[in-house]
């Protein structure tokens, strides 16, 4: 069970599953140390000297992290993965078989569209623009037992009405996860609306330094738990002690990251489309973005992940971003440096061309993770670069 005594969001990141071991011969780590034994030892066949066995099963540093998680997303349990699409894979494995039908959002993280099609590949899949919730209403079959929800999504930062989602999809007896990777448990906790699991790539603002893969499923239903948890043991998919105590670090400082994130986000969205050089720029945190009424009413914040169109062709897009200093071009999000990507060329290139541009994913659509740096200076880039 996670704990979730203190109310406050920072004081459950730093003290959640920290168990500072004041047992007799203890060293009295303050810190969670990072467990790397494969194997624990047994007082006689058939009694385990404590409550671990072995680190596929079990590992007292993911312990420590899957509490911590769980706690931060007002959540009973969280199960930790080696990857984002690790723990996606294992969460489709538990609730989906051959002739399931799935309601999933146009725009989603091309990893997972890639995962629905190429390894489900016995699942039926219809992608609907979810920010649009009547739209779900139309696209549910006799077979639909899942609706997938990604908000903010990748790469168009669309936003679904999560609660009403929720409600319609749960009046019809389906399940409802949400991907909360782009804003984080510090600005959404989908639980609360309605969501029955919520899925994590940890690589993302959890870890927050770009140097740890993983992911998480999080939920508040025990039955669902279990299964979630038999298929990590069973398949295998765990995250590393390493990586574990990775994430603990990243969390513990997520609060005040995530925070700096948004203001250096709105700074820049506020920048971008001033500028005549863009023509439009997508962010929820701006108040004529078509989401930031829904983002108000079920999120507390609006998240450092941004995309903008320049005016031009596919070359001027190139061109641009070659010119930038301080933004790396590199795929990924989340971390404290500034990441800038072309979508259609990199993390969406994958998706068919026409599902491409239905969706809106342009050949000068830029998209940009927000990092930590001071804003004047992106600003400064990105401006020296428009103009010249
Ligand atoms: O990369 P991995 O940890 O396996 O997580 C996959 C994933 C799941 N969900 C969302 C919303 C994601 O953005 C990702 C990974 N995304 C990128 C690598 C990217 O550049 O968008």
Do not use: C
Not at 261 to 280: E, M, P, T
């Amino acid at each position: 069970m996670a704990e979730n005594k203190y109310k406050g969001f920072s004081t459950r990141a730093i003290h959640a599953g920290e168990q500072t071991d004041t047992r007799a011969g203890s060293t009295g780590d303050v810190v969670v140390p990072i467990h790397l034994s494969t194997t624990f030892i047994w007082d006689e066949p058939g009694r385990a000297h404590s409550e671990f066995e072995y680190i596929r099963s079990s590992n007292p540093t993911r312990n420590a992290y899957e509490q911590k998680l769980a706690a931060l997303e007002d959540a009973n349990y969280a199960v930790a993965f080696s990857s984002g699409l690790a723990a996606e894979n294992a969460l489709m494995q538990v609730l989906l078989r051959p002739g399931d039908h799935v309601v999933a959002f146009d725009d989603l993280y091309g990893g997972t569209r890639r995962l629905l099609e190429e390894v489900f590949q016995g699942i039926d899949v219809s992608y609907v623009d979810l920010s649009d919730s009547s739209e779900f209403d139309k696209a549910v079959k006799e077979n639909t037992k899942l609706l997938w929800i990604e908000s903010p999504t990748n790469p168009m930062i669309k936003v679904g009405d999560i609660a009403a989602l929720a409600r319609s999809a749960h009046e019809k007896g389906m399940l409802v996860v949400v991907d909360n990777t782009f804003l984080s448990p510090y600005f959404q906790r989908p639980l609360a609306l309605g969501a029955d699991v919520v899925v994590h790539s940890s690589t993302k603002y959890i870890g927050g330094h770009s140097d740890v893969l993983g992911g998480a499923l999080v939920t508040s239903d025990e039955v669902l738990h279990e299964k979630i948890r038999a298929i990590q043991n069973n398949a295998g998919a765990v995250l590393s002690p390493f990586d574990s105590y990775l994430n603990i670090r990243g969390l513990k400082t997520l609060a005040v990251r995530m925070e700096r994130h948004q203001q250096n986000a709105l700074r820049i969205a506020q920048f971008l489309a001033g500028h005549q050089k863009v023509a439009k720029v997508l962010y929820p945190g701006l108040p004529d973005n078509p989401y930031h009424e829904v983002v108000k009413r079920q999120a507390s914040g609006f998240g450092g992940m941004l995309s903008f169109e320049l005016h031009g062709t596919l070359e001027d897009a190139k061109s641009f971003i070659s010119r930038l200093r301080l933004f790396t071009l590199a795929e990924s999000l989340g971390g404290v440096e500034s990441l800038i990507e072309l979508p259609s060329l990199m993390t969406h290139v994958g998706v068919d061309p026409e599902v491409r541009r239905s969706i809106g994913i342009s050949d000068t659509l830029l998209r940009v993770s927000v990092g930590l740096e001071d804003a004047d200076d992106l600003i400064e880039d990105l401006k020296y670069t428009l103009d010249n």
